[in-house]
């Protein structure tokens, strides 16, 4: 193609020839223009375009880049068109394909005239008009083509950035980011038939702030509406923005209908203020708000619910709960965790059925407040801890205070050693419960032998505890104190531990694909000698869990009241198949047992029969993974000299690709006095899987063999259209206890609709998928918004 040519001053003669190509129709600039355009080309190697493969491949550009100009200089024009006339420094006029182009502003038209004096460009036939990423189409535009400002009747626009359109009466430019348009309609949907849009009798946008503002505004969908507000705000693109959000709805046996309409205030980047107000119809108005803050050396979050004059209770009822944690720096921090509800029934009322089916009904309530200190070895934990206990839970004791140091160093000429020490003073609101000071003092010294396939670690520590109790009286189970109890006694008790273990390799073929399989004996001893621990209280000790992790620490007991006298040894052997390519553990099976030289005598409570066996149950444990889809993990606790199975748990997860997983487990406990002698069998499945290409299913089922009974379930559907979802759900969760002590449950149904590109907060739909599906995915997002160079004008 020939070079182009810069048109004549005068209109072109009758008898010129016919121009076959788009010319330059005129370029103004100041002088030094030109040199400032050719300083943004890139030049040298940087300028070619780099090979990425063979030499008959596709080539990579140099990086498309934008720079500024240099103080003094304003940016050339550039007027293009098929034909073209016009005066120096005065006008122009171009036909047929003509265009305007300055800086991020490009006019289209089929004719178009531009007055250098006023800078305005007038545009009719066939325009389009692209300003700073907005993109408007219409019969005519009129331009001031430096400062953005003008009019368009009957335009169609879009937000090129964020995929946002419309068409309105008309627009009116204020600058490169401002627009207000009158009898306008928005949507985000990119499709010829949006699915929802919004219908106002004037918009204004602003896309430096990436916000629009709707004035007597309807919200559409499917034709039909459904939400209409004489002011409505909403963001431009997914960033946060204030404004009302989507209502949601849901349904219960002991509220009736509940309907929220959150709003959301965007204070600042880092701080939020969501407000809800919901109606429930057998109870009232409920208004709940959540504050949160967030910066550099402090965060946390305040949330309140509060219901005047319930109408079933005829009380006010409330909750509250503030989290805070602060760096003060140099190792110092702080956190305040306090909540607090109205009454006992508040949970299962108006608490979250979501937080339900992961952990029950919430009956104990912290309130707790510390600061710590952590620098090298060095941890410090003083503290203030008091609880709010509903029925029918029993009160734990309240820390009031608690100072805790911890000193731990590592590798010291091989040594490891460390001490532990804490003083608490323990206070509970039951009456006629024993109270009183605990000081403790946990010293230990261990030497580790590390080597090629082995590892040895003898250990030595000691327990000091001394109790200064300022009341004594029953027990938080209700026993009384042993006779003779004394106020004021101290306790001392050492244990040695040896640790040590070989590890063997060896590579293996098995099924076709090559692995190396592992074999890790194990043998663990420890020694306690034998001290009555009877007069000391319980105020934060239990018996810890019977596991592969518990199995292997010096005490049977969790807390500073019992130290378990001990002399046994525990024997496990472990073997794993890892994949030598990538390292990927694909199975894994572990055998342990723990075999005892005497009996334990130190037991919990006083009266208690002490444990009298040779050896404990045995644990097996197995985890596998087949390919990447399918994985099983399986735990076992058998009784040999019963021939009993005290524990089990099974479960396998099936999750070919994402959006489709099934998840099973089963749990078996044998019925024993800690559990009424009632057994424990319950069976767990939940799965996400596609139903069609855009219908998805959600459910979960736990179901009690032993009582033949659901315990929780849910059903779920969800719909994913191009621009818009759509979910419902049935839940039924645990929400308490009756009066007699039978187990009661709630049902909620939920429903969602979002609308891609106007909101996407979730209602509870979502969170309650996530917490009844392990390894559930939400449905896909709107694509990304394109970069400012996807469109090549």
Known sequence: MPPRQFFPTTNPSSDAPPRKRRIVAALIAVPGLLPSVSSAQLSGAAAQPQQIDGPWSLRLAPQLEERALTPGDKPATFVLGDQASGTTDQDMAAKGSAEIRRNVTVIKADALHYDEDTDMADAYGTVRVINNGVSFAGPEAHLRVDSSQGYMPTPKYRFNLTGGSGSAKQVQLLDSERSIFQDATYTACQCANPAW?????????????????????????????????????????????????????????????????????????????????????????????????????????????????????????????????????????????????????????????????????????????????????????????????????????????????????????????????????????????????????????????????????????????????????????????????????????????????????????????????????????????????????????????????????????????????????????TTRFINPATGDERARFVLAQEYYFRDQQVTLLPGETPTQATRSDLIAGASIKLGSAFASETAVQYNADNNQLRQAVAGFVYSPAAGKILNFAYRYTRADTTLNFTPVRQITVSAQWPLTHRFFGVARINYDLAGHSLVDSLVGLQYDADCWTLGFGVQRYANGVSSNGNPTQGTKYLMQLTLKGLSNVDSGLVQSFRAAVPGYTPLPPPPPPEARFTDYE
């Open 197 to 573: 849009y919004i219908r106002g009798s004037e918009f204004e946008f602003d896309t430096g702030a990436d916000e629009g503002v709707g004035h007597n505004a309807v919200v559409f969908f499917q034709g039909v509406p459904i939400f209409a507000s004489p002011w409505l705000s909403f963001p431009l693109s997914d960033a946060r923005r204030s404004g009302i959000l989507p209502p949601t709805w849901s349904t219960g046996g002991s509220n009736g209908f509940e309907l929220s309409v959150p709003y959301y205030f965007n204070i600042a980047p880092n701080r939020d203020l969501l407000l809800t107000p919901t109606i429930i119809s057998k109870r009232g108005l409920e208004t709940e708000a959540q504050f949160r803050y967030l910066s550099p050396t402090y965060s946390g979050s305040i949330t309140g619910v509060f219901l005047p004059d319930d109408s079933i209770t005829k009380t006010n009822r409330y909750s509250i709960s503030i989290n805070h944690n602060q760096n003060f720096g140099n190792g110092f921090g702080g956190y305040i965790y306090y909540n607090r509800v109205s009454d006992n029934t508040f949970p299962e009322d108006l608490g979250s059925s979501t937080a339900q089916i992961i952990n029950g009904t919430q009956l104990l309530y912290q309130q707790e407040a510390g600061l710590t200190y952590n620098n090298g070895p060095w941890s410090v934990l003083t503290r203030v801890q008091d609880w709010q206990t509903l029925y029918p839970s029993t009160a734990p004791y309240g820390r009031e205070p608690e100072l805790s140091v911890k000193y731990q160093k590592y590798n010291v000429g091989g040594f490891d050693f460390g001490a532990a020490a804490d003083y608490t003073r323990f206070t509970i609101t039951s009456q006629d419960t024993t109270q009183g000071d605990r000081f403790t003092f946990d010293p230990y010294l261990s030497y580790s032998i590390v080597g090629p396939g082995y590892f040895v670690t003898p250990k030595v520590q000691w327990h000091f505890a001394s109790y200064q109790l300022s009341t004594i009286g029953l027990s938080q189970t209700g026993q009384a104190a042993p006779a003779g109890q004394p106020k004021n006694f101290t306790e001392q008790i050492p244990t040695f531990s040896f640790d040590s273990g070989l590890i063997f390799e060896r590579s293996v073929r098995l099924f076709g694909d090559d692995y190396i399989q592992t074999l890790e004996p194990r043998l663990y001893y420890v020694y306690t000698p034998y001290h009555n621990q009877n007069f000391a209280p319980l105020f934060d000790t239990a018996e810890a869990d019977f596991g592969l992790a518990e199995i292997f620490t010096p005490n049977t007991f969790v807390g500073g009241d019992r130290v378990a006298d001990a002399n046994r040894i525990t024997a496990a052997v």
